[in-house]
C-alpha cells in the first residue's frame, strides 16, 4: 500500500513508532515477520478468528459444542494426580451449571492468581471427562459488568513464531498491536482506488471498511466479504497492470516487419515439411504473421501439449525472419536440449541455404570465435544456444526473431538482455515444454499475447497409462520382452533423487545392472544416458537408440525432452512417485510418436503419500496436458511451479491463485473492461486508480519484456 497524491501516508511509519511497540519489539517484528512500517502490520492477515461476542452459560453446553465463553464465579480449586499426571482443577459455577477448568502447565503461578468467590471470564475448547464438560488451559480474565455482553468484534489470531512468543509477542499480542493501529487510522488514511463502476455491479465493501473488517469483523460473514474484496484488489490491479503493459507495448513499441513470405519458407513448406500442419498449428502461424507484419515487437506466449508440433511452427516463423533479411536465435535451458534443438533443426533444414550453428558454454574457443564472427559479419543466420547467447560478447548484424524455450528457466533480466541485441528490439515468441494452468498464465504471463495449439496431429493414437507396484516387475519386464519381439524399443527411466551426483550415478547404475539381467546380451542391446557422459558418448547412444541398433534406452531425465523415436512403444518410470506431474507427463511424451499403440508404465514403491497417490491417478486418468497443469497446480502450489517463485505477479498477500479462481476470472473481465473503456485512465472516475498505480512505480518485479 502506497501513498496516493494528496493523501497523509500514516501507514509509512516506521513500526517503531506505535504505541507499546518500541525499538526492542520493533526489531524482532522486523527479524521474524518482515513488519519495517505501519502497512505492513496492516497487511498481516490474520490466520483465524475467535467469537467472544456471546457470553453463553453452562447449561448451553451440548457434546457438539465446540469453543465457548462462560462468565461464572470460582468455588474451588485443587491439585489432582501425581508427578506428570499431576494438575490443577478449578470449579467455576454461573448459576445454570457448574464446568471444570484444568491445568497442566503453570500450576503453582495459576493457583496463587485465582481468587475463589471472585468472578471469571472464561474461553477454551470444551472436552468432556465422565460426563462433566471441562476447559483445559482456558483463557481467562477477571469479569466485569462491561464484558455482560462480551465483545463487539471477532477476535483475531496472528501468525507468530517461537522467538517472538518467548519475548511475550505471541499471536494475541500483535493482535493488542494492531487494535492499536486501526484504532488511529482514518478513512483518509486508506482512501478508495476502485472506481464506482467497478465497485457497484459486484457490490465489494469499501477498501477502508475492508481492512478494518479483515482484522476486527462483527461477524464471520462481514469478514468474508471483506476478503473478497482485498483479493479481488490483488487480482484487479495485477490484471490492470499488466492489461497497460499488454497495450503500451502494442501502441508504442517499434518492431521490425516481416513483411515477406519468401522462397525459403515456400521451398521448405512446399517439399521439405515432414507433415501437414494441424488445422491449430495453421491457426496459430497466422497469429505469428499478423503480430510480425503489423510494425510492434511481437511478444508472444505458445502454448501445447507434449508432440503438439510447437517446434515445427518455431522452425516456420524462423524461416520467416530469414526470407526477411533477419537471423534468429533459439535460447534452451540446458546443453543436451540445446544440442537436440540443433541436430533436428539441422536435419530439416539441410536441403535448404540456410546456415545453423550451435552455440554453448562448452563450445571450443576457436569454433566459439568463428561463430561470434559469422553472428556478427550476418553469415549465421541461425543460432540455437544456451543462455552463452545472452553474453555481451554475442553481436547480431540484425537479429529479427528470438526462440525462448522453457520460458520459466530464464529470468527477466536475462530476457531483458535480447534487447540490446538489436536497434530495434527482436521479436520475441515463448514456448513452453508443457502446458501452463490457464490462471496462472493469467498472471505470471498475464503481458504476453497467447497462442494454443490445442490439437495433436491426427495420427496420434492415446497412450495407455497404468500404475504398478514394485512387486510386480517382473511382469513389468516381461511385458517390455513382448513388445521387443514385435519390434518395438522401450524407455526406462530413472529419477534425479539425491543432492550428490555420484549418488545418483550409483541408483541409475544399480538400475541398469537389474534391467541388464532381465536383458541378457546378445539377445537384447541396451544404450544408456545420463548427465555425468560427455556430448559424443551421449548422442552416440541416443542415436543407437534412435536407428535401432538397441532395443532399450536407459537413462534419467535427460530423456524427457526432445529425444523423438516412433519405434519406441514403452515408456517405464521408475520410482514415479518422485517425480511431479509435469515432468511425469513431458516423460510419456517421448512414445505415441508412431502409429502403433503405446504405453507408459508407472513403477512406485508400495507406501504412498496422498499427494504421489494422486498424481499417478491423474495421470492414469488423462493424456490431457491442461488438465494435468491445472492439477499439478492444485497439488503444488504457484510458489512451487519451476520459476514462477520469482515473478511479481505472484506476490499476492492474500490472494491465491489456485484457491480464488472465480475472482481471477472476474478480476480480468473487469480489468478488460475498464482498459477498454478508458485505457490510459484518464477519466475523473479512474484517476484515484491511476494516481495508485503510478504510487506503485518499481516496487514489484514487472518486466517490459515476456
Not at 514456448?431 to 501452463?436: F, L
Request: include cysteine; charge should be positive; charged fraction near 25%.
Amino acid at each position: 500500500m502506497c501513498a496516493i497524491k494528496g493523501t497523509v501516508d500514516i501507514l509509512a511509519n516506521p513500526i517503531e513508532y506505535l504505541k507499546g511497540v518500541g525499538p526492542q519489539r520493533a526489531d524482532l517484528l522486523k527479524k521474524e515477520l518482515n513488519i519495517f512500517y505501519f502497512k505492513d502490520l496492516l497487511e498481516l492477515v490474520p490466520y483465524r478468528h475467535i467469537d467472544k461476542t456471546k457470553v453463553n452459560q453452562v447449561r448451553d453446553i451440548t457434546p457438539q459444542t465446540d469453543f465457548i465463553q462462560i462468565a461464572g464465579k470460582l468455588i474451588s480449586t485443587g491439585l489432582m494426580g501425581e508427578k506428570r499426571g499431576k494438575r490443577l482443577v478449578a470449579e467455576l459455577r454461573d448459576g445454570t451449571g457448574t464446568i471444570q477448568l484444568v491445568w497442566f502447565q503453570g500450576i503453582n503461578w495459576i493457583q496463587k492468581s485465582l481468587a475463589i468467590g471472585q468472578t471469571y471470564l472464561v474461553y477454551g475448547k470444551v472436552s468432556f471427562f465422565q460426563g462433566t464438560p471441562q476447559i483445559t488451559h482456558p483463557e481467562l480474565e477477571t469479569f466485569t459488568r462491561e464484558k455482560l455482553e462480551g465483545k463487539s468484534t471477532l477476535e483475531p489470531i496472528y501468525p507468530s513464531t517461537e522467538k517472538l512468543k518467548s519475548r511475550g509477542m505471541g499471536g494475541k499480542q500483535i493482535g493488542a498491536f494492531t487494535e492499536t493501529l486501526i484504532k488511529l487510522l482514518q478513512e483518509r488514511n486508506i482512501p478508495e482506488i476502485l472506481p464506482e463502476s467497478v465497485m457497484q455491479p459486484l457490490q465489494l465493501m469499501p477498501r477502508f471498511k475492508a481492512f478494518v473488517n479483515m482484522h476486527f469483523p462483527p461477524d464471520l460473514e462481514t469478514w468474508q466479504q471483506a476478503i473478497n474484496r482485498l483479493k479481488f484488489e490483488e487480482f484487479f490491479i495485477a490484471q490492470i497492470r499488466m492489461g497497460l503493459l499488454r497495450q503500451q507495448r502494442h501502441r508504442y513499441s517499434k518492431g521490425i516487419v516481416f513483411g515477406q513470405v519468401g522462397e525459403i519458407f515456400n521451398t521448405f513448406y512446399e517439399k521439405y515439411l515432414p507433415f501437414e500442419l494441424t488445422g491449430a498449428q495453421k491457426r496459430v502461424i497466422k497469429e505469428i504473421r499478423r503480430d510480425t507484419g503489423s510494425g510492434k515487437q511481437m511478444n508472444r506466449l505458445l502454448q501445447g501439449d507434449v508432440g503438439s508440433g510447437k517446434t515445427i511452427v518455431a522452425l516456420l516463423v524462423l524461416l520467416l525472419a530469414i526470407d526477411n533479411g533477419y537471423q534468429g536465435c533459439l535460447l534452451a535451458p540446458t546443453e543436451i536440449l540445446t544440442q537436440q534443438h540443433f541436430n533436428s533443426i539441422s536435419k530439416l533444414l539441410k536441403e535448404l541455404p540456410v546456415n545453423v550453428r550451435v552455440l554453448t558454454g562448452s563450445t571450443k574457443t576457436k569454433e566459439r570465435k568463428e561463430i561470434l564472427q559469422g553472428l556478427e559479419e550476418g553469415t549465421i543466420q541461425f543460432v540455437v544456444g544456451t543462455h552463452a547467447i545472452l553474453e555481451d560478447t554475442v553481436k547480431f548484424k540484425n537479429l529479427g526473431l528470438a526462440i525462448i524455450d522453457e520460458q520459466h528457466r530464464f529470468g527477466v533480466a536475462q530476457r531483458a538482455k535480447l534487447w540490446s541485441k538489436g536497434a530495434i528490439p527482436p521479436h520475441v515468441l515463448v514456448m513452453t515444454a508443457t502446458p501452463i494452468p490457464r490462471t496462472l498464465a493469467m498472471t505470471a504471463y498475464g503481458d504476453l499475447d497467447t497462442s494454443i495449439i490445442d490439437e495433436l496431429p491426427p495420427n496420434r493414437k492415446p497412450i495407455l497409462t497404468v500404475h504398478r507396484y514394485e512387486t510386480v516387475r517382473s511382469q513389468v519386464m516381461d511385458f517390455i520382452k513382448a513388445e521387443i519381439t514385435k519390434g518395438r524399443q522401450a524407455y526406462i527411466v530413472f529419477p534425479l533423487i539425491e543432492e550428490s551426483e555420484k549418488l545418483d550415478y550409483e541408483n541409475l547404475m544399480k538400475g541398469y545392472e537389474n534391467v541388464q539381467a532381465y536383458f541378457p546380451e546378445p539377445k537384447y542391446w541396451i544404450s544408456m544416458v545420463h548427465g555425468q557422459q560427455t556430448q559424443e558418448v551421449r548422442n552416440n547412444n541416443m542415436h543407437r537408440f534412435k536407428t535401432g541398433d538397441t532395443q532399450i534406452m536407459v537413462g534419467t531425465t535427460v530423456i524427457e525432452v526432445g529425444v523423438d523415436v516412433p519405434n519406441a512403444s514403452v515408456m517405464v518410470i521408475e520410482n514415479a512417485e518422485k517425480f511431479g506431474l509435469s515432468q511425469l507427463h513431458q516423460l510419456r511424451g517421448r512414445v505415441g510418436r508412431g502409429s502403433e499403440k503405446s504405453f507408459c508404465i508407472l513403477l512406485s514403491g508400495s507406501k504412498l503419500n496422498n499427494d504421489a497417490r494422486e498424481r499417478l491417478n491423474t495421470m492414469c486418468a488423462t493424456n490431457d496436458g491442461f488438465k494435468i497443469a491445472e492439477k499439478d497446480l492444485e497439488l503444488r502450489g504457484p510458489g512451487d511451479i519451476e520459476g514462477t517463485r520469482q515473478s511479481g505477479a505472484l506476490n499476492f498477500k492474500l490472494a491465491s491463485i489456485v484457491q480464488d479462481r472465480k475472482w481471477l476470472e472476474i478480476a480480468r473481465e473487469t480489468a478488460e473492461r475498464v482498459l477498454d473503456d478508458d485505457p490510459d485512465l484518464a477519466s475523473a472516475p479512474n484517476l484515484q486508480l491511476k494516481n495508485y498505480l503510478q504510487s506503485l512505480q518499481g516496487k514489484t518485479a514487472w518486466s517490459k519484456i515476456s
